[in-house]
């Protein structure tokens, strides 16, 4: 059985404060990894991948994927109140676009003026 | 235009109907998924589609079937509907590269 795993939350930062989202996975084997951003009512979009350890950087979001301790992490930084959301993470086993994802529950963010 | 769109967006039903939902796509792409969200979970995948000729189960099929009728659509039926199917699907699409998934905007199913 596949499992990824995320705190549930809510974690609530300050406006302008660092939101660390973490979350780890039970396969050796994923390939892929993948970071979703869910407004209240609305579907979720994709925000980041990365398939090798280190990190990756785009605009105020950074992923973090450590393969040896099966972590991977999201950091916002600058968090606006518009950051305010559920991040689902997502994990597969192929690389590309024939993924095959499995979903942790979310973490709920709140970000505070 | 939406480029993923699904209908209907909310549907309530009875126990023991058939009921389909549709997924209409304009990205071109080959993959598309169904996926179910219930309140605090995440997304529970249902059935996949690599191409119009292939079809997985995901990890929560029993209970449902899908249909390809063509690249762009991909509809998931519920033969005879459960409340515990009370849920809200997503239909979504991928491309080549991994950063090119969209989802649709949801439809709302209620099993009463």
């Known amino acids: 059985q596949k499992e990824v795993e995320q705190n549930s939350g809510p974690l609530s930062v300050p406006e302008g404060a660092i939101a660390s989202l973490n979350c780890t996975y039970s396969?050796?084997?994923?390939?892929?990894f993948f970071w979703y951003r869910q407004y209240s009512g609305k579907s979720p979009e994709l925000i980041m991948f990365?398939?090798?350890?280190g990190d990756k950087e785009d605009g105020r979001f950074t992923a973090q994927l450590n393969k040896a301790s099966q972590y991977v992490s999201l950091l916002i930084r600058d968090s606006q109140p518009s950051d305010s959301a559920t991040y689902l993470c997502?994990?597969?086993?192929?690389?590309?676009?024939?993924?095959?994802?499995?979903f942790g529950r979310g973490t709920s963010l709140i970000v505070h003026p | 235009d939406a480029d993923v769109t699904q209908t209907p967006r909310n549907r309530i039903t009875k126990t023991g109907k058939r009921i389909m939902l549709e997924c209409s796509q304009t990205?071109?792409?080959?993959?598309m998924y169904w996926y179910r969200q219930d309140p605090g979970l995440g997304l529970q995948l249902i059935y996949y589609?690599?191409?119009?000729?292939?079809?997985n189960k995901g990890e929560i099929s029993d209970g449902y079937s899908v249909s390809r009728q063509a690249q762009a659509k991909f509809s998931l039926s519920l033969e005879s509907a459960i409340p515990n199917q009370t849920a809200l699907y997503f239909c979504?699409?991928?491309?080549?590269?991994?950063?090119?998934?969209?989802f649709g905007p949801g439809t709302r199913l209620t099993v009463l």
């Open positions: 997502a994990v597969s086993l192929s690389s590309g676009g024939s993924y095959i994802p499995t």
């Open positions: 396969d050796r084997g994923s390939q892929s």
């Open positions: 990365i398939y090798s350890n």
């Open positions: 990205k071109g792409h080959d993959r």
């Open positions: 589609s690599f191409d119009v000729k292939d079809i």
């Open positions: 979504a699409t991928a491309g080549q590269g991994m950063n090119e998934q969209f």
